[in-house]
């Protein structure tokens, strides 16, 4: 089963959409398989975007980027990579066909509101970028072990 990483980008966050963009995912048939919210530290965001960093837009885009806090996570399904690029939309919603997050909700090419991993070899690399598959995980109340 091939999994993807997704980020719900500070725009989208701070807009209140956390929750529309996993719906929109959960309703095409995705599992969310991993989820954490993250307040990312410059270097976090530029070592996550170095294939970019010849790019004019990469510090503009790291710094959106540590703008607020992103929620991470891991979608499960059948050519998953793909089924969710293809619900985001193009990087630029002005492009991005109609129905898909970017055309609906993101405000400019920058803030376009949600990541996809592109390729088996990114999500390979970006995945554990924020995940790893065993450790000891933070619990917030008073959770009993049985
Ligand atoms: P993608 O997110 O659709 O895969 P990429 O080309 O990988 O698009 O670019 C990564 C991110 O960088 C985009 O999602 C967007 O936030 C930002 N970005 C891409 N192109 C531009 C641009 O021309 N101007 C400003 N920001 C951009
Ligand atoms: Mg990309």
Do not use: W
């Not at 980008?9 to 929109?24: F, M, S, T």
């Amino acid at each position: 089963m091939e999994q993807t990483l997704v980020i719900v980008k500070p725009d989208a966050v701070a807009r209140g959409l956390i929750g529309e963009v996993i719906r929109r995912f959960e309703a095409e048939g995705l599992v969310v398989c991993g989820l954490r919210m993250v307040g990312l530290a410059q270097k976090e965001a530029e070592g996550f975007y170095q294939v970019h960093r010849h790019q004019p837009f990469f510090d503009s885009l790291t710094h959106f980027m540590t703008s607020g806090p992103c929620v991470a996570m891991v979608l499960e399904g059948e050519g998953a990579i793909r089924r969710v690029r293809t619900l985001m939309g193009a990087t630029d919603p002005l492009k991005a066909d109609e129905g898909t997050l970017r055309r609906s909700f993101a405000a400019s090419i920058e803030k376009n509101v949600v990541h996809g991993s592109d390729s088996v070899e990114s999500a390979a690399l970006e995945i554990p970028y924020f995940f790893c598959r065993l450790g000891i995980f933070p619990v917030v109340g008073r959770g009993e072990i049985s």
